[in-house]
């Protein structure tokens, strides 16, 4: 059955409905979901009587509904159960690291291999969190409890603390792990070899050591730097997870992340350090300077990071077309420059921003609320940075001197969790122009790239059966000013260009008479492909026909999605607006993409190919 309404189902909806949004209210406009009241994978049906009319921001505010478990949470349940051993799961954000271990949990209970289960986090707002999501399983745990309590009430399963309230009592935590059958969770576990809390190894192997059963959760794999994690398994340094749900294997499923982008930003950096005036661009800067220029970059008073703001507010706009409470996170550097850059947004938006960080004694509640509402900013230092769930941010600033791979991949985490099937969001995180973090960006996009590919040739394959196959601080450091900021690159098909070499390909494209349409990327894409000995523009294969077993409307989805992902790439080389490529490509083709035959849209692909690769 398909899992889409087809025209004649979704105007039934529409009637239905009055036109009109059935959980909001407001009328609804071209785009707006058809969805299913028990979801489709869940066993609803694709017919009007489990159907209604959803505006996109109420469709999508929904979320998950049910407990289905995604493949690796089952496969990842069925190893726990299996043996006793410490089990380790290394997966990738938004990727249900909290439901499977809850489910496992409640599994254990029921089969009753333990009595109580006592959740370890890394901040006090994941303990409201840990505590709202067991009691959708029906576990319930107290998020309240404080070391003075000594004794967890019967009516509780368990208890969810903090990494740091157990390092302060490890003793009354070793009798509360012993006095029953206990699973202990701990979660985030990297945050226990974090140089800043070095006394958390030691409390946690003396508190949980005899704990009957341990499970250990983190968003990404990470080594020992000479501080090795309590009841992990290390491989030359390398942690050695039990399961690991990685990044690409979740955007190959479809359905748990999304692609991302990254925008990388130029400038002139200029700072007094000792009396001595130095100025030095981001992408040319060298170790030793790096943080001064950051400094100066991050710096509120200076015209780099407002133009950053500026650019990313302008995207953000863009995405709140589609998606009405799409939101954006600015990661700070520190709690003074936070609140600049909220008061900056405010300028710019008109709309005061909430800002999240640990000097706020509500900043827990701030972040909840944020999540649930439609605000389009929210500012934080490191609050937001792992494990807090804001599905509706798409869009990110990094404006943190943190240059570690783990702490890059985990701001990454919060804007790739999907929201559903019908999210087709590109999220997007604007970046300084400096290494380490655009190789960080160049590998995350190397396997971006590699699954996108793999979906596309499985689209177009699907249709050859049939079809013909045709060619184809210091303290005397004191920031003085920055520029503003300039596009240096966009990573996002693992590549990025030098300005020597997109003025040469620039050169190349007037001397040829190529069109205004193919930028100097292109061109330096194009030249690239032909100097590795590959013939630009051939080899290419008919898109796919209608797949055996797909209804039409399927297919043309799956069409229209690649459209956009094209289009979303070419925006990104060109910087062409989205309405003009979409304007062009409904002038060559004759219609529109909501209109479009599969013919026309396999031809938009073509002339969106043509654009990207061809010179």
């Not at 050695?240 to 991302?260: C, E, H, K, Q």
């Not at 706009?317 to 008061?343: F, K, M, S, W």
């Amino acid at each position: 059955m398909s899992r889409r309404f087809n025209s004649g189902e979704r105007v039934a909806l529409y009637l239905a409905a009055d036109g009109h949004c059935e959980i909001c209210g407001i009328e609804l406009q071209p785009g707006w979901h058809g969805d299913h009241i028990k979801p489709y994978s869940a066993g609803g049906t694709t017919d009007v009587v489990n159907g209604q009319s959803l505006c996109p921001a109420c469709n999508l505010k929904k979320g998950p509904r049910h407990m289905q478990l995604r493949a690796w949470q089952e496969d990842a349940v069925r190893r726990f159960l299996r043996n006793n051993d410490d089990f380790l799961a290394v997966a990738t954000p938004g990727a249900g690291k909290t439901t499977f271990a809850l489910t496992a949990a409640k599994l254990l209970i029921d089969r009753g291999d333990i009595s109580r289960i006592i959740v370890v986090v890394p901040t006090a707002h994941l303990r409201n969190q840990w505590a709202q999501a067991g009691a959708k399983v029906g576990i319930q745990l107290d998020n309240t409890f404080a070391n003075g309590n000594t004794v967890i009430a019967r009516d509780y399963d368990g208890t969810v603390v903090t990494y740091a309230t157990v390092a302060a009592q490890p003793q009354l935590w070793r009798k509360l792990a012993t006095q029953h059958g206990a699973l202990v969770v701990l979660d985030e576990v990297h945050h226990a070899g974090d140089a800043d809390h070095l006394s958390w190894g030691p409390a946690l192997t003396e508190a949980f050591d005899p704990a009957h059963r341990r499970l250990l959760l983190s968003g990404t794999p990470f080594r020992s730097d000479g501080r090795p994690i309590p009841f992990v398994t290390y491989d030359q340094g390398k942690c050695v997870p039990s399961i690991n749900y990685d990044y690409g294997t979740a955007l190959a499923d479809r359905d748990v992340v999304r692609p991302v982008a990254f925008p990388v930003l130029d400038g002139k950096m200029r700072w007094r350090d000792a009396g001595a005036i130095v100025t030095a661009e981001l992408a040319t800067v060298d170790e030793k300077k790096l943080t001064r220029a950051l400094d100066t970059a991050f710096d509120p008073t200076g015209e780099w990071i407002r133009s950053v703001l500026r650019r990313a507010d302008d995207e953000l706009t863009r995405l709140r077309e589609e998606t009405p409470d799409a939101g954006g996170l600015v990661v700070a550097a520190d709690q003074y420059n936070a609140r600049q850059y909220a008061a900056i947004l405010k300028r710019i938006t008109g709309e005061t921003p909430t800002v999240a960080i640990s000097d706020e004694a509500d900043a827990s509640n701030l972040i909840k609320a944020y999540a649930r509402g439609s605000q389009r900013w929210i500012v934080a230092v490191q609050m937001v940075s792992e494990g807090v769930d804001i599905p509706r941010l798409a869009l990110g600033v990094y404006a943190s001197r943190i240059s570690t791979e783990m702490f890059f991949r985990q701001v990454v985490g919060r804007f790739v969790r999907m929201r559903g099937s019908e999210d087709e969001t590109t999220a997007t995180l604007f970046i300084p122009s400096i290494e380490p973090l655009m190789s960080y960006a160049r590998d995350i996009e190397r396997t971006v790239e590699a699954v996108l590919a793999e979906e596309e040739k499985e689209l177009r394959e699907r249709g050859e059966q049939g079809a013909k196959q045709t060619a184809l601080t210091f303290d005397l450091v004191e920031p003085l000013d920055s520029t503003e900021a300039v596009h240096h690159s966009t990573i996002f098909r693992a590549e990025s260009f030098s300005d020597g070499e997109l003025k040469r390909a620039e050169n190349a494209a007037r001397q040829a008479g190529m069109p205004g349409s193919v930028s100097a990327e292109m061109m330096a894409h194009a030249l690239r492909l032909a100097g590795a000995g590959r013939v630009v523009g051939t080899a290419r294969v008919e898109p796919p026909a209608v797949e055996q077993g797909k209804t039409l409307a399927e297919t043309k989805a799956a069409l229209r999605k690649l459209i956009k992902r094209r289009v979303g790439q070419l925006n990104r080389r060109t910087e062409a607006e989205f309405s003009h490529i979409h304007a062009e490509l409904n002038k060559r083709c004759g219609d529109t993409a909501k209109t479009a035959t599969t013919e026309t849209l396999n031809r938009r692909l073509e002339l969106l190919d043509q654009w990207l690769e061809e010179a």
